[in-house]
Nanobody
């Protein structure tokens, strides 16, 4: 099994930056990819970005040019660099790791962007 734990959320003003981290542990050799999702109050969880085991990335249109996902394979950490944050980016951000037959989710980290 794989476990993931997020960190790095907080309160920031519009236009500011934050970097989220997600550390994976357990059977990390089974991970095919990792990603970030977010859920705002009253809304469904939505895709933000993913990165595959070979470094291929995909970002939601709403964050392209502002957010960047990256990973440190040696440390089993995935980052989400968030720049030019907007109030609509306010949400709980969840880390996800997936393998052939599983998905693992973290508990989430709150990001609040004030206007």
């Amino acid at each position: 099994q794989v476990q993931v734990v997020e960190s790095g959320g907080g309160l920031v003003q519009a236009g500011g930056s934050l970097r989220l981290s997600c550390v994976a542990s357990g059977s990390t050799f089974t991970i095919n990819g990792m990603g970030w999702y977010r859920q705002a109050p009253g809304k469904q969880r939505e895709f933000v970005a993913t990165i595959s085991s070979i470094g291929r990335t995909n970002h939601a249109d709403s964050v392209k040019g502002r957010f960047t996902i990256s990973r440190d394979n040696a440390k089993n950490i995935v980052y989400l660099e968030m720049n030019n944050l907007k109030p609509e980016d306010t949400a709980v951000y969840y880390c996800n790791a997936y393998g052939r037959n599983y998905e693992s989710w973290g508990q989430g980290t709150q990001v609040t962007v004030s206007s």
